[in-house]
């Protein structure tokens, strides 16, 4: 190999039948694995929330609906704590079911209608409405609050109805009642006299009708009585027939198919539940006629799809979990760094972003706070790329306010008209990435590894999978922080609980096996395990190394390369290699990230991610590097 400044230089790297995949995450919604949708029997309550012009909505709304449903019905509106409302009245005049406005503790009664009083903030608890007062100095949501409380009381028997309004209220709110499997309906913007609030929630793209206001009330009656709608059979009979599937399970792995071929992710190994949602909203019967319906309809595909992938997520979601989080977890981290030291944290399944921020809050606080400034690199990956580059763009509506304090809103975002932007000195602390642990290998190496309200959404053997490559990630007496439904299952062995209650563990013992890699639906490959002896490389067999300089002599003359195995550590080198290795100060590691220069890694690790993939062999374009000389080269990267 030329060794001179300007000069291409080629690298190989081999693979013997490991897995390489740059990983995606994902979410999914809840449910049996045995799909059945039946409704839940209890009582729905009827949340609608309205602001400027919805008056007239909510008159139209309520002359649409009959009085005998038995659902409850609570309106949400923005009104002024110094004027006397006379909505009770009005809206009398086009219902015959009760309106009331509701005083503190109030009992709820079906086939009623319940008002929020000016000047209070509203809460629904079990069986009851409670009331707070409206602070007048802070920006305050009371549609995305009663929207939060309805979901956590009412759960799948929620449903929220978006009417005319300015700004964003009720989108953050929205995501919850869906997140509980509820029902959410926006009125038709065009239709409304201020789209603000309809368009907001719209973009969530959680919405599960879009109607003018008079067809408001029909579809919420035909929700709550589970009676089918004519949309719904007009796609079924259309005039595409896709499947001869003749059971449910034919059926459900035609759907799942489907989904395979839109976005290239396999949900086989996620609950049904979104499923079984998606045909109460479009009220079909049966799992062959949905299979019908998502071959005909485009926008009902991309539905499920999306909620299957859960975009539901908050700023310091649990802010009793964060809290603890904060105390007993990142300022003892952080006091132990030293200012040249790099804390790594792996976020996974972050959604939209706010998750990964929220850590990064805490942690350059605490840094304020302890006085110490180690480096802070944040990982936070997603399945979904549209969730990706939402998170990376760090825009976010006006309504985060109510879940972040006013100290962080100024310190970590800048205000451009409706929405808030995070700043550069938060979003420099975090790398966004597409990413599945369920399908490859995860990160390493980690001081903290978050991943929250997502393995509840993975069958079981797959919650155990991914529990194994969150451990995997954690160094030793490294911390492990999930959702509060969330559990380690067989895993508990391996931790000791910091708080049990918000699921925050510490891991006292790494996996005892290697990492089993071999599955991972369609990015699935078999994973060469070499032995591990007395803890030192794994070694391979001198036949294979034989095997792999043949390949080198056949491609190269003269060659330089690494043989590196299934988790990307060097297990053999052939040729004058040690230009091109960098030995970092720290633990001995032969991983690749800690033997190759830094600017190399990234194009590695895609290239073996590439190769093992498809089953190719790839080669970089001309890459710049620095020898320990100190001088400019290029080279070429082959896997």
Same mark, same amino acid.
């Given at each position: 190999?030329?060794?001179q400044?300007?000069?291409?230089?080629?690298?190989?790297?081999?693979?013997?039948?490991?897995?390489?995949?740059?990983?995606?995450?994902?979410?999914?919604?809840t449910?049996? /694995?045995?799909?059945?949708?039946?409704?839940?029997?209890?009582?729905?309550?009827?949340?609608?929330?309205?602001s400027?012009?919805?008056?007239? $909505?909510?008159?139209?709304?309520?002359?649409?609906?009959?009085?005998?449903?038995?659902?409850? #019905?609570?309106?949400?509106?923005?009104?002024?704590?110094?004027?006397?409302?006379?909505?009770?009245?009005?809206?009398?005049?086009?219902?015959?079911?009760?309106?009331?406005?509701?005083?503190?503790?109030?009992?709820?009664e079906?086939?009623?209608?319940?008002?929020?009083?000016?000047?209070?903030?509203?809460?629904?608890?079990?069986?009851?409405?409670?009331?707070?007062p409206?602070?007048?100095?802070?920006?305050t949501?009371?549609?995305?609050v009663?929207?939060?409380?309805?979901?956590?009381?009412?759960?799948?028997?929620?449903?929220?109805?978006?009417?005319?309004?300015?700004?964003?209220?009720?989108?953050r709110?929205?995501?919850?009642?869906?997140?509980?499997?509820?029902?959410?309906?926006?009125?038709?913007?065009? /239709?409304?006299? #201020?789209?603000?609030m309809?368009?907001s929630?719209?973009?969530?793209g959680?919405?599960?009708?879009?109607?003018?206001?008079?067809?408001?009330?029909?579809?919420?009656?035909?929700?709550?009585?589970?009676?089918?709608?004519?949309?719904?059979?007009? $796609?079924?009979?259309?005039?595409?027939?896709?499947?001869?599937?003749?059971?449910?399970?034919?059926?459900?792995?035609?759907?799942?198919?489907?989904?395979?071929?839109?976005?290239?992710?396999?949900?086989?190994?996620y609950?049904?539940?979104?499923?079984?949602?998606?045909?109460n909203?479009?009220?079909?019967?049966?799992?062959?006629s949905?299979?019908?319906?998502?071959?005909?309809?485009?926008?009902?595909?991309?539905?499920?799809?999306?909620?299957?992938?859960?975009?539901?997520?908050?700023?310091?979601?649990?802010?009793?979990?964060?809290?603890?989080?904060?105390?007993?977890?990142?300022?003892?981290?952080? $006091?132990?760094?030293?200012?040249?030291?790099?804390?790594?944290?792996?976020?996974?399944?972050?959604?939209?972003?706010?998750e990964?921020?929220?850590?990064a809050?805490?942690?350059?606080?605490?840094?304020?706070?302890?006085?110490?400034?180690?480096a802070?690199?944040? #990982?936070?990956?997603?399945?979904?790329?549209?969730?990706?580059?939402?998170?990376?763009?760090?825009?976010?509506?006006?309504?985060?306010?109510?879940?972040?304090?006013?100290?962080?809103?100024?310190?970590?975002?800048?205000?451009?008209?409706?929405?808030?932007?995070?700043?550069?000195?938060?979003?420099?602390?975090?790398?966004?990435?597409?990413?599945?642990?369920?399908?490859?290998?995860?990160?390493?190496?980690?001081?903290?590894?978050?991943?929250?309200?997502?393995?509840?959404?993975?069958?079981?053997?797959?919650?155990?999978?991914?529990?194994?490559?969150?451990?995997? $990630?954690?160094?030793?007496?490294?911390?492990?922080?999930?959702?509060?439904?969330?559990?380690?299952?067989?895993?508990?062995?391996?931790?000791?609980?910091i708080?049990?209650?918000?699921?925050?563990?510490?891991m006292?013992?790494?996996?005892?096996q290697?990492?089993d890699?071999?599955?991972?639906?369609?990015?699935?490959?078999?994973?060469?395990?070499?032995?591990?002896?007395?803890?030192?490389?794994?070694?391979?067999?001198?036949?294979?190394?034989e095997?792999?300089?043949?390949?080198?002599?056949?491609? #190269?003359?003269?060659?330089?390369?690494?043989?590196?195995n299934?988790?990307?550590?060097?297990?053999?080198?052939?040729?004058?290699?040690?230009?091109?290795?960098?030995?970092?100060?720290g633990?001995?590691?032969?991983?690749?990230?800690?033997?190759?220069?830094?600017?190399?890694?990234?194009?590695?690790?895609a290239?073996?991610?590439?190769?093992?993939?498809?089953?190719?062999?790839?080669?970089?374009?001309?890459?710049?590097?620095?020898?320990?000389?100190?001088?400019?080269?290029?080279?070429?990267?082959?896997?």
């Amino acid at each position: 190999m030329v060794s001179q400044t300007v000069c291409v230089q080629r690298v190989l790297f081999l693979l013997m039948n490991c897995e390489f995949a740059m990983v995606f995450s994902n979410a999914a919604e809840t449910g049996a /694995d045995v799909p059945s949708p039946e409704a839940d029997s209890s009582p729905h309550i009827v949340a609608i929330g309205a602001s400027a012009g919805g008056l007239e $909505a909510l008159e139209k709304l309520f002359d649409g609906l009959a009085s005998d449903s038995g659902a409850t #019905f609570v309106v949400i509106q923005h009104l002024s704590p110094d004027h006397k409302s006379m909505m009770a009245n009005l809206l009398s005049r086009h219902t015959a079911m009760p309106v009331v406005m509701v005083e503190q503790d109030m009992p709820i009664e079906p086939n009623t209608v319940y008002l929020i009083p000016p000047g209070s903030i509203m809460h629904m608890g079990e069986g009851k409405l409670t009331l707070t007062p409206k602070n007048p100095r802070t920006l305050t949501l009371p549609i995305d609050v009663f929207f939060k409380s309805v979901a956590q009381h009412y759960g799948a028997q929620s449903v929220g109805v978006v009417l005319s309004g300015t700004g964003s209220d009720g989108t953050r709110g929205a995501s919850a009642i869906n997140d509980a499997g509820g029902f959410l309906i926006a009125q038709e913007p065009e /239709d409304a006299k #201020f789209d603000g609030m309809p368009r907001s929630i719209i973009a969530t793209g959680l919405v599960d009708a879009i109607l003018p206001v008079q067809q408001i009330g029909a579809r919420v009656l035909a929700h709550i009585s589970n009676q089918p709608i004519v949309q719904a059979a007009v $796609a079924i009979e259309g005039p595409r027939r896709l499947t001869t599937a003749t059971s449910p399970e034919a059926a459900l792995n035609g759907i799942l198919r489907l989904l395979l071929q839109l976005g290239g992710i396999d949900f086989q190994e996620y609950k049904t539940g979104t499923v079984m949602r998606r045909m109460n909203v479009r009220q079909v019967i049966s799992l062959e006629s949905y299979l019908e319906l998502l071959a005909n309809d485009r926008s009902e595909l991309l539905v499920l799809r999306r909620e299957m992938l859960i975009p539901v997520t908050s700023f310091f979601r649990d802010p009793e979990a964060f809290e603890i989080l904060g105390r007993q977890i990142i300022e003892p981290l952080v $006091a132990r760094k030293q200012g040249g030291d790099t804390i790594r944290v792996w976020a996974a399944a972050v959604s939209t972003g706010e998750e990964a921020y929220s850590l990064a809050m805490m942690f350059l606080e605490a840094f304020d706070s302890l006085k110490r400034w180690p480096a802070l690199k944040i #990982f936070a990956t997603d399945v979904e790329q549209q969730n990706i580059e939402t998170a990376g763009a760090g825009t976010y509506p006006e309504s985060i306010s109510a879940e972040i304090s006013p100290q962080q809103l100024e310190r970590f975002f800048v205000k451009r008209g409706n929405n808030f932007v995070v700043k550069n000195d938060l979003r420099q602390c975090i790398v966004f990435a597409r990413h599945n642990m369920l399908a490859a290998p995860p990160f390493t190496r980690m001081d903290l590894v978050v991943c929250r309200n997502a393995l509840i959404y993975f069958k079981s053997q797959a919650q155990e999978r991914a529990l194994k490559r969150l451990q995997y $990630a954690l160094l030793p007496r490294a911390y492990l922080f999930l959702g509060s439904s969330e559990s380690l299952g067989e895993l508990q062995r391996d931790f000791t609980p910091i708080s049990a209650k918000h699921k925050i563990w510490q891991m006292v013992k790494p996996l005892n096996q290697p990492l089993d890699v071999s599955k991972g639906g369609s990015y699935g490959y078999t994973a060469a395990q070499p032995m591990v002896i007395a803890g030192r490389t794994p070694r391979v067999k001198s036949t294979e190394v034989e095997q792999g300089y043949a390949a080198l002599l056949q491609a #190269f003359s003269p060659p330089a390369a690494i043989l590196v195995n299934a988790r990307q550590e060097l297990v053999h080198s052939y040729g004058n290699v040690a230009k091109f290795l960098h030995l970092r100060e720290g633990h001995a590691s032969l991983e690749l990230n800690r033997v190759l220069p830094e600017s190399l890694v990234p194009v590695a690790v895609a290239l073996l991610f590439k190769a093992a993939r498809e089953e190719i062999s790839v080669t970089s374009d001309n890459l710049r590097f620095t020898s320990h000389e100190g001088k400019v080269e290029y080279l070429r990267l082959s896997a």
